[in-house]
């Protein structure tokens, strides 16, 4: 009849990194794809990451044991994916298109150009597989029943006996995120691990932060750590001082492994004795504390912390041997408890979200339902900063794209 349903093999929804590459991925497979995207603007978190350079992978995940890399409910539930699909295979597609990329530090890989050639290519390879694209195209009601998925958007009703959610998480509503994939989980039965920000700025209240809110800019590396015993995790990386707190790599890394109420450790000059420095000091220079501290973290730095205690303001020859003792401490060690995080608006990504004990590491399909899976950031798997939340995108979709089948009422048309 003419106002049927159109058929597709698979229907996958959000066009970000996850939807584009798993569309693309199965669509040259000959699965016959619908990809939906209610935003305007395609894959903007690709656009946006890695200051517009879009850093798409990082070659020093080991896939032998990646999920050191990830934190989840269930941490060893990305191996299987992220084992099947390495970084190397993804640079190699980056290469065929001929996008040139470099390296930084620790492994971060980073178009030379800007990342639109990332979004570009997948788009590219969506068009190489067939696959049909409506955006901007709302979803509305999503029911399932004889085997087929009915999903009514706002360019009309589609059948599909495969269904794959890749809509991402919270964070950044402003280029529109939402709670869709969330929901979607529990209309069919799954569990949603509580959703909260991740890689995101944290920040400060109170009287402990008023002689560190005029270091806003002041950018500094540092070995930041949080968690007791086992779960105690540190990062060396680079800080940098706000209006509202700390951010930057290491503050970022952190924020994924913190829970409110606890506090940051923060060695400011990591690769230094400072006790043994000040000692030293004491012994040779009559320089004012600030101007020996000066020497080993930011003159800034050296003056709001000289600037607490006036048993510091004085030639580093007359100061107590407790006191400088009592300094060094506070640089390698300085504890303070955030406020809260700067929220969704900054977080990088969303940990939390869909599950994985309700999925398939082999196919990231639900056990629960039959047809329906969940790739990409709405999965309860959250990466380390520097590429490692793109190649879960990449790896995961891949992973799904291989599952899927071409099972659709119209290719039995086709083939009848």
């Known amino acids: 009849m003419a106002d049927d349903p159109k058929s597709f093999d698979a229907v996958v929804i959000g066009a970000g990194a996850a939807g584009l590459f798993c569309a693309a991925q199965a669509g040259q497979r000959g699965v016959m794809v619908l990809l939906v995207d209610h935003n305007e603007r395609i894959a903007e978190k690709i656009r946006i990451s890695g200051g517009g350079r879009a850093n798409f992978t990082n070659r020093d995940l080991d896939v032998r044991a990646p999920q050191r890399h990830f934190i989840g409910d269930n941490p060893h539930f990305c191996r299987s994916a992220l084992s099947r699909y390495a970084p190397q295979q993804f640079i190699e597609m980056v290469q065929r298109h001929g996008i040139a990329w470099h390296e930084k530090h620790k492994g971060q890989l980073f178009c030379d150009g800007p990342s639109q050639q990332i979004i570009d290519m997948l788009l590219a390879e969506c068009r190489d597989g067939g696959v049909e694209h409506w955006q901007p195209c709302g979803v509305g009601a999503i029911s399932a029943s004889a085997g087929d998925y009915r999903i009514e958007t706002t360019r009309g009703t589609v059948c599909a006996p495969q269904l794959v959610i890749a809509t991402g998480g919270l964070s950044i509503p402003q280029i529109g995120a939402t709670d869709f994939g969330y929901r979607v989980a529990e209309q069919f039965g799954l569990r949603v691990v509580t959703p909260r920000p991740a890689l995101v700025p944290l920040t400060f209240g109170g009287e402990a932060w008023e002689p560190y809110a005029g270091l806003a800019g002041l950018a500094l590396p540092v070995q930041i750590e949080t968690g007791v015993k086992k779960e105690r995790i540190s990062f060396l990386e680079d800080l940098l001082f706000t209006h509202r707190g700390l951010s930057g790599p290491a503050v970022l890394q952190i924020s994924s492994y913190w829970r409110p109420g606890t506090p940051l450790t923060i060695d400011f000059a990591p690769a230094t004795d400072v006790a043994d420095a000040l000692a030293e000091a004491k012994r040779q220079s009559r320089k004012r504390i600030a101007n020996e501290l000066a ?38 060690r300085w504890q303070i408890t955030p406020s ?33 899976y969940f790739i990409g950031e709405v999965v309860d798997v959250t990466g380390w900063l520097g590429g490692y939340n793109f190649q879960w995108a990449w790896a995961s979709a891949h992973a799904c794209a291989q599952a899927l089948a071409l099972k659709s009422k119209a290719h039995a048309i086709m083939q009848g």
């Open 295 to 332: 020497a080993l973290v930011p003159s800034r730095l050296a003056d709001a912390w000289v600037g607490q205690d006036a048993a510091l303001q004085r030639p580093i020859n007359e100061a107590a041997d407790r006191a400088l003792a009592a300094l060094a401490e506070r640089i390698e």
């Open 340 to 372: 809260g995080t700067e929220g969704y608006k900054k977080a990088e990504v969303t940990a939390g979200g869909v599950d994985t004990r309700g999925l398939s590491s082999q196919t990231l399909e639900s056990t629960k339902q039959p047809g329906l």
